[in-house]
């Protein structure tokens, strides 16, 4: 819940303690806190997505807006890692590179098209170098050669870097005044 002071954050959280605990319910204290937004602070995690108060680059000089970014917390960086080591993991060295490449891609999908949503780019980017790495060492490894050689044969001899999918251009950052997923109108085409 966003709320304009303290107080009515207070008041916000303490009826939907009461409102839970009619449905024998309590919020998880871990999990919940009240939070002074402002810019160059901390921020806070919520389904995943790092939330924090920033300002962008003004125009000209000036002084630019403050807004709400979000991007992939850390914690959903290290699980998109923790999966895609996974997946190339030495134990899976008698499944064919194409195999593990449709896995991989299957995940990278789905984990990507979960946080394209923000200001992810960069975030987005280290996941597909991560996973390029990993095919590379995998490679390696599957050929009885060191990682130097499977970096050589992602990047340089094969033209598609294996079928690994791309990720560039996919992130819909939001822009004021206009929705910030896309929705589909009723011809079944895609709109903003």
Known sequence: MMCRSRQQAEAALA??????????????????AIIHLEEGGPGFDFLGFRHRMVRSRGRRGGRGV??????????????ARDRIRELTHRSRLWMSVEAVVQEVNAFLRGWATYFKYGHSTIRIGKIRHYAIQRLAIFIGKRHKRGRRFGIDVVA???????GLIKLSGIVVPPRAGKPWREKLNTGGERRR
């Open 156 to 162: 340089y001899r094969s033209p598609d870097q294996c």
């Open 15 to 32: 009826r939907l303690r009461e409102l839970l605990a009619e449905l024998g319910l309590e919020p998880k204290e871990a999990k919940t």
């Open 66 to 79: 403050r807004f709400l970014a979000r991007w992939p917390a850390d914690k959903a960086m290290a699980h």
